[in-house]
């Protein structure tokens, strides 16, 4: 079963930085576009950043200039750098895959941004 396995989730102060991390099979990462959403208790999953397999990244507007998504090709990762969180950043993270036939979705990776 082909899976995308996350990791750096965790328990941070308002302010602080984590970085995100999933990994994804080779024969699916190239050619995909990758991307973080997120999910806070009682609201709906949403788009937190995306990068296509051309390198072209989109960000919802509440994590612009705080967080960035990159991609390493050699690894088949995808990052999403966060810095200067913020409480309202308190969600569980999941990682996204898009390929033309199908998506996979991530675990999910918890955030708790709290002092």
């Known amino acids: 079963q082909v899976q995308l396995v996350e990791s750096g989730g965790g328990l941070v102060q308002p302010g602080g930085s984590l970085r995100l991390s999933c990994a994804a099979p080779?024969?699916?990462?190239?050619?995909?576009?990758m991307g973080w959403y997120r999910q806070a208790p009682g609201k709906e999953r949403g788009l937190v950043a995306a990068i296509t397999n051309g390198g072209t990244t989109n960000y919802v507007d509440s994590v612009k200039g705080r967080f960035t998504i990159s991609g390493d090709n050699a690894k088949n990762t995808v990052y999403l750098q966060m810095n200067s969180l913020k409480p309202e950043d308190t969600a569980v993270y999941y990682c996204?895959?898009?390929?033309?036939?199908?998506?996979?979705w991530g675990q999910g990776t918890l955030v708790t941004v709290s002092s």
């Open positions: 080779g024969s699916i990462f190239r050619g995909a576009t």
């Open positions: 996204n895959l898009k390929r033309i036939l199908f998506e996979l």
